[in-house]
C-alpha cells in the first residue's frame, strides 16, 4: 500500500543516517547545480536572498519537497484511507 514511499523514505532516511550535515548540504548544493530550473535552486536562491542559516534552507527544502514530489498526494490520501472508517 506504501510502497512508494517507504521506498522514498529508505532512500532519504540511508542518505541521512550516513551523512554528516556539511555532506548533506553539499549534496544540497549538487543538486541545484545540476538541476539550475530545479526545487533545490528554487529554495537556495531564495535562501541567499533573504539570509537564512543552513538549517532553515534544509528545512524548507525538506517541506517544500515532501509537499511538491510526485505522489505525495497518492501517498496522503492512502494513509487518510487506511485510517477512515469502513461502512459496512
Given at each position: 500500500m506504501f510502497e512508494n514511499l517507504e521506498k522514498r523514505m529508505g532512500e532519504?532516511?540511508?542518505?541521512?543516517?550516513?551523512?554528516?550535515?556539511?555532506?548533506?548540504?553539499a549534496m544540497i548544493q549538487a543538486e541545484a547545480k545540476n538541476h539550475p530550473l530545479g526545487l533545490a535552486s528554487a529554495v537556495l536562491a531564495i535562501?541567499?536572498?533573504?539570509?537564512?542559516?543552513?538549517?532553515h534552507t534544509a528545512l524548507a527544502l525538506a517541506y517544500s519537497h515532501m509537499i511538491l514530489t510526485k505522489g505525495f498526494k497518492e501517498d496522503m490520501q492512502e494513509i487518510v484511507q487506511s485510517f477512515s472508517p469502513r461502512s459496512e
Open positions: 532519504a532516511g540511508s542518505r541521512v543516517a550516513e551523512s554528516d550535515s556539511e555532506t548533506l548540504w535562501s541567499q536572498m533573504e539570509n537564512w542559516t543552513p538549517t
